[in-house]
């Protein structure tokens, strides 16, 4: 029985150069091919369905070793793309049935393609993540409340309440200056899109996470985009991390979140 595959898209660019199709490797080891409809192209591979087929699909993304080494390949081919010609990434598991129906695709969304090229061209997409160290931002309010003329333990509850009221404020403290930071890097940057905060556990940083954004900078901008960040991210009691270039995957599509300047 003959398998029967797929096409699996990874990104869509402008004429990109026959070395980057020939050298990249993608999902699982497959080999990268263009598929080209007047000047737009899309990087694809061709894929089992037993695979990547929409049943197969929902049983391997509950594999998270199977789904990381997916997203590995996807990203991969992204990157070499985006390091080399105007790209726009296409999800995770973006699956054709073939190559007529990529190219059906490639001919009805050109002008959707054409704004994407346009809004994306001469750009770079950073990340920046900001992080409040509470202890650092509280004030001394719990000061001065040890002194207590009556019963034992009493000087202990009212520290403890200065305190939960301190951290209150030290918060919202944090969370003023990230609002701070996300104004003044939006000022130089032509869009933003903000993420959920995430978690010590995945973010590998133990502060409270005030800020998780990704910022579309122009490329002659960078340099400045830069020094904000480091000047912003010291902050007394904040500390920021930039990550990027990346492949503008936050602000490929309008369907996607792409906010406009």
Not at 176 to 181: F, G, M
Not at 214 to 230: G, N, Q, W
């Amino acid at each position: 029985m003959a398998t029967e595959t797929g096409v699996y898209v990874y990104a869509i660019t402008r004429d990109p150069p026959a070395k980057l199709v020939e050298r990249t490797r993608g999902v699982g080891g497959a080999s990268v091919r263009a598929i080209s409809h007047e000047g737009v192209t899309a990087l694809v591979s061709t894929v089992d369905l037993a695979e990547f087929g929409e049943e197969a699909l929902r049983r391997n993304l509950e594999d998270l070793g199977w789904l990381e080494g997916t997203a590995r390949g996807h990203n991969a081919v992204v990157a070499d793309a985006a390091a080399l010609a105007v790209t726009l990434p296409m999800r995770l598991l973006t699956v054709y049935r073939n190559d007529a129906r990529v190219r059906e695709a490639l001919r009805d969304r050109k002008e959707e393609f054409a704004e994407a090229f346009d809004r994306i061209g001469g750009r770079g997409e950073w990340g920046v993540k900001a992080f409040a160290e509470l202890r650092d931002l509280m004030t001394d309010a719990a000061a001065g409340e040890d002194s207590d003329a009556g019963r034992p333990g009493t000087s202990y509850l009212l520290r403890r309440r200065a305190e939960r009221h301190t951290e209150e404020e030290a918060r919202q403290e944090a969370m003023r200056r990230a609002t701070e930071i996300d104004t003044r890097l939006s000022e130089i940057a032509v869009a933003r899109h903000l993420h959920p905060p995430q978690n010590p556990e995945l973010s590998g940083h133990q502060g409270l996470m005030v800020l998780n954004a990704s910022y579309l900078v122009d490329d002659e901008r960078v340099e400045e985009f830069r020094k904000a960040v480091a000047s912003l991210g010291g902050l007394r009691g904040i500390s920021a991390q930039l990550s990027g270039p990346w492949a503008p995957y936050s602000f490929a599509t309008e369907e996607g979140p792409w906010t406009a300047r």
